[in-house]
């Protein structure tokens, strides 16, 4: 009796150790007596007992945190720079066999390359080639990784910070910076305005010219049109009997003063002012 119990808790045990269950996001190993069988997927899986052992791989993408080292630049600045890498195990087999610690060896590896690379570069360069070096990392750590079953899918440098001395410097030279931007935009829009204005004088100035050219243009030919009216009207309306009514009128003049002329008889002037008889003037007869 007592060995039946037995035999039954055996075949219980047993039966649990051959059922396997492996999730969604993992991959499992199967080893025979230490030896690599074959890859099990998600879902049930059912193992020999006692000869057979099963090994579960994370295949979701992680991160590793590089945590921060100084390295110096090409120009002898010391600068702390950390990192951090994304990946995912595409082969769960090489994974498991061809390295005994993944996160350590990849960070050695991270921090070797970033000291190569950053002292490769002048601090300026450095701090502005940010994005190369995330790609120059990831191409090598991608390329050493990939014989272990591992994708590199992503590198970030998260931050390179300099001394505080030449942090304080450059804060100083960005602030010399942007005031002497600021001085040459303000003196472009003085500048600007003043030509603007001079622009404007000018303009005005070239109207007003123009105004006062027109104006004298327009009394000109106000002043002609008037001239050749009156030389019109003269031309018209002064006619024989207007310059006899002249000579009367000057002729009157002339006698005010009771000054007596001799005028010839024949004189066109003296039928014109009716001066004979007039005891002003004497006539005399011409002979011809």
């Known amino acids: 009796m007592s060995l039946l119990i037995i035999l039954v808790i055996l075949a219980?045990?047993?039966?649990?150790?051959?059922?396997?269950?492996?999730?969604?996001?993992?991959?499992?190993?199967?080893?025979?007596?230490?030896?690599?069988?074959?890859?099990?997927?998600?879902?049930?899986?059912?193992?020999?007992?006692?000869?057979?052992?099963?090994?579960?791989?994370?295949?979701?993408?992680?991160?590793?945190?590089?945590?921060?080292?100084?390295?110096?630049t090409k120009d002898n600045v010391t600068v702390t720079v950390d990192a951090v890498i994304y990946y995912k195990v595409i082969d769960p087999v090489k994974a498991e066999f061809e390295?005994?610690?993944?996160?350590?060896?990849?960070?050695?590896?991270?921090?070797?390359?970033?000291?190569?690379?950053?002292?490769?570069?002048?601090?300026?360069?450095?701090?502005?080639?940010?994005?190369?070096?995330?790609?120059?990392?990831?191409?090598?750590?991608?390329?050493?990784?990939?014989?272990?079953?591992?994708?590199?899918?992503?590198?970030?440098?998260q931050k390179i910070e300099p001394p505080q001395e030449i942090t304080q410097a450059m804060s100083l030279q960005m602030k010399a910076e942007r005031e002497k931007r600021a001085s040459i935009l303000q003196s472009e829009g003085i500048k600007q305005s003043q030509i603007l204005e001079a622009d404007g004088k000018k303009s005005a100035e070239i109207l007003r010219a123009e105004g006062d050219?027109?104006?004298?243009?327009?009394r000109a030919d106000a002043e002609a049109s008037a001239i050749q009216k009156v030389a019109m009207a003269a031309n018209k309306y002064f006619d024989t009997k207007a310059q006899a009514w002249r000579r009367m009128e000057v002729a009157s003049t002339v006698l005010e003063k009771n000054t007596k002329f001799v005028l010839p008889t024949s004189g066109e002037l003296v039928n014109v002012l009716n001066l004979e008889g007039n005891g002003k003037v004497n006539v005399v007869p011409v002979k011809k």
């Open 99 to 157: 390295v005994e610690d993944f996160d350590m060896a990849a960070t050695i590896l991270a921090q070797t390359n970033l000291r190569n690379l950053v002292g490769d570069k002048l601090l300026d360069e450095t701090l502005v080639a940010r994005d190369l070096i995330n790609i120059n990392l990831r191409d090598v750590l991608d390329e050493v990784t990939h014989n272990w079953g591992v994708k590199v899918t992503r590198v970030e440098v």
């Open 213 to 218: 050219a027109q104006a004298k243009i327009l």
């Open 12 to 72: 219980l045990v047993t039966l649990f150790k051959s059922v396997r269950i492996i999730n969604q996001f993992e991959k499992g190993v199967v080893l025979r007596l230490g030896k690599f069988k074959s890859v099990a997927e998600p879902g049930l899986n059912l193992i020999l007992p006692y000869v057979e052992s099963l090994i579960t791989v994370d295949v979701r993408e992680k991160v590793i945190q590089v945590n921060p080292q100084e390295v110096i």
